[in-house]
């Protein structure tokens, strides 16, 4: 009995081994040594880095560029984060119930998920461009001059709001399973007392679907400020006038532009408590409804 | 007489695709009857219910309350109250919450509404757990939320689609009184679904028997169990349910037809005309059912007093009353 008890175990851990090699060797390992470098005078290429203190902390208090891209990826967050929740959760609702034809659009809702990043970026450089890109064409219908998107600070910063609004497939499929889950009867039992969609989604749909909400929208944080490298990268490098130095982009710049390894180690300590900040508000925001506990 | 709360269900019909559910359903109940509808799983009693409800439109006939035809009035606004099978309670309000939520829907006013539940929480006994959720309560007592939710709504017609289904056989025995108890003190018409027949027979002021998306019969539950509108009936309702025999047999000719014949309404009588074998002896305490063979291959249920000490194997002979018998054409319809 007991034998046969520590053999399972035993065989539990081989089966373990290889991803707990894998995150130890690739995550912890990179990790710790981040939080070494942060407090030396590592370049990338110093072959034996010194520990200069706090020095780099200090550093961090008068970094000028390091404000804008604060600045950035707060205001990115702040934007992106509702506004993807939204379309995930809105079009999830919609397209939920079984319908003819649903499932092709479910299929478009998921499809620019699918898209590499780079590709989505290279088609929102022309969705973008103030000359024949669609979307000025589209506010023309409309009268409007449309933008100079990409050059504007606050326009480049809301186009690469708007290309991330498309990659929201993983949102969309978990709202679109929570709904199928919920109990059609307390909607019919709804009905019967004249509570109407509106009410059903507000008195129902919405409670009930409350943990996975705080779910995706923690998610959605952590992933919001980690994902719009690509697009700044591609769309905008940074510019215009730091409007897009998102913290990843300018992390990436410090360590391998600038040769600043062990102040991007810093800075990526930073994004990290920023992060567990924000996922931490959120957590306190919506602790007293009942659905968490 | 005015039927002030009364249900008149007309040539009801409702068909999915090619299924169709209810066939052409016939029924009136006088205002503060309890009906009990019975029937196997998909013979429309269900359907029919949410027809009434508003859940469904019938593809053909009328539901009327109180004489008011129904067509185009929407859910809520019918004076009807549906309890579900599985109570369809808020998991994420309490059970105060719970009776209150159609109240809120129709704006009244927060401290009346709390009023009025609590007045019918106090009412059904669940007073005390106002302030619980509903996985904190008991089975019992999420089908009395259920009932006070249905309460608060104070409608002329109240529809309980199995509302004892989910409880265990003991709890089924006092919760079926206390809801008769319950139907008594408010007096509303009242349509129980079940497929138990002996709720069914011993809640209802009338019972009514349904297959495939028709009633096959209504009536006084004795009257019914006593004379069988049909061998559908005969076969349904009763516990071993009626003997039939195709052609009369042992029972006496009966060209083309069906005869019946209860198992109380068998005897057991070594002078009797009928030569049986037992199969099995199935022992209730108060009784025993005999389940016998004849050598034509005819089973025959039996009831008979306990301890007879009969085994399988034992060859018995079998008496039967010639008024008990129930006769049925080819059809199956009661001669």
Redesign the interface.
Same mark, same amino acid.
């Given at each position: 009995m007991t034998r046969a008890k520590g053999e399972r175990s035993l065989s539990g851990w081989a089966f373990l081994a290889p991803y707990a090699v894998a995150v130890v060797l690739l995550i912890a390992v990179p990790a710790l040594l981040n939080v070494g470098y942060a407090f030396t005078d590592h370049t990338g290429l110093t072959r034996d880095p010194q520990f200069v203190g706090l020095d780099n902390v200090r550093r961090l208090a008068d970094d000028a560029f390091l404000a804008d891209s604060l600045e950035a990826s707060l205001f990115h967050v702040a934007l992106s984060v509702p506004l993807r929740l939204l379309a995930a959760v809105g079009l999830g609702l919609l397209l939920a119930a079984p319908r003819p034809g649903g499932r092709w659009f479910r299929t478009a809702v998921y499809l620019p998920t699918v898209v590499p990043d780079v590709a989505l970026a290279v088609l929102f450089l022309w969705v973008l461009n103030p000359l024949y890109g669609p979307l000025n064409q589209l506010l023309g219908l409309f009268g409007h001059p449309g933008y100079t998107w990409l050059s504007d600070p606050t326009t480049a910063r809301v186009g690469v709001v708007l290309m991330l609004l498309f990659p929201i497939g993983e949102g969309f499929v978990v709202v679109l399973a929570a709904r199928r889950l919920l109990?059609g =009867?307390?909607y019919?039992?709804?009905?019967?007392?004249?509570?109407g969609p509106f009410?059903q989604l507000r008195?129902?749909t919405l409670?009930?679907l409350?943990p996975v909400l705080v779910l995706l929208a923690v998610r959605d944080t952590i992933l919001t400020l980690q994902v719009n490298f690509v697009p700044a990268y591609v769309l905008t490098d940074g510019r215009p006038a730091n409007a897009t130095l998102y913290l990843p982009v300018y992390i990436f710049d410090q360590a391998f532009e600038f040769s600043g390894f062990a102040y991007a180690a810093l800075i990526t300590i930073l994004l990290m408590l920023i992060t567990a900040a924000i996922i931490a508000v959120q957590l306190l925001a919506v602790r007293r409804w =009942?659905?968490l506990r | 007489m005015t039927d002030g709360g009364g249900l008149r269900l007309t040539g009801l019909v409702k068909a999915y695709g090619p299924v169709r559910a209810v066939e052409g359903v016939d029924l009136d109940v006088p205002a503060g009857e309890l009906v009990t509808v019975v029937g196997p799983s998909g013979s429309g009693k269900s359907t029919m219910l949410r027809l009434i409800?508003?859940?469904e439109r019938p593809d053909a006939g009328m539901v009327a309350v109180g004489g008011q035809d129904l067509r185009d009035v929407?859910?809520?606004?019918r004076s009807?109250?549906?309890v579900?099978q599985?109570y369809?309670l808020?998991?994420?309000l309490t059970v105060r919450e719970n009776i209150m939520?159609?109240l809120r829907?129709?704006k009244v006013p927060k401290g009346e509404a709390r009023r009025q539940a609590g007045a019918a929480a106090e009412r059904l006994g669940i007073a005390d757990l106002l302030d619980r959720?509903p996985d904190q309560a008991s089975g019992g007592q999420r089908q009395r939320v259920a009932l006070a939710?249905a309460l608060v709504?104070s409608p002329a017609v109240y529809l309980l689609d199995e509302p004892l289904v989910s409880l265990d056989a003991q709890l089924r025995l006092s919760t079926r009184a206390d809801l008769l108890a319950l139907h008594r003190q408010i007096g509303s018409t009242t349509l129980h679904v079940t497929h138990d027949q002996a709720e069914a027979m011993t809640m209802g002021d009338r019972v009514v028997v349904m297959d495939a998306g028709r009633i096959r019969q209504a009536g006084p539950p004795q009257e019914v169990y006593d004379a069988p509108a049909d061998t559908f009936v005969a076969g349904f309702l009763g516990s071993p349910p009626m003997n039939l025999v195709p052609g009369g047999g042992v029972l006496g000719g009966a060209a083309g037809g069906t005869v019946g014949v209860r198992p109380e309404d068998l005897a057991l009588d070594p002078a009797g005309p009928i030569e049986a074998t037992v199969d099995a002896v199935e022992t209730l305490g108060s009784e025993a059912v005999l389940l016998t063979r004849c050598p034509d291959g005819l089973r025959l249920a039996v009831r008979t007093p306990p301890r007879l000490s009969l085994r399988p194997g034992d060859t018995v002979r079998l008496r039967f009353d010639p008024d008990r018998l129930h006769r049925f054409d080819a059809a199956g319809r009661r001669v």
């Open positions: 109990d =009867r307390l019919e039992a709804a009905a019967l007392e004249g509570c009410g008195r129902i409670p009930l409350a =009942r659905v | 409800a508003g859940l929407p859910p809520h606004r009807v109250a549906m579900f599985d369809a808020y998991p994420h939520f159609g829907v129709r959720y939710r709504r």
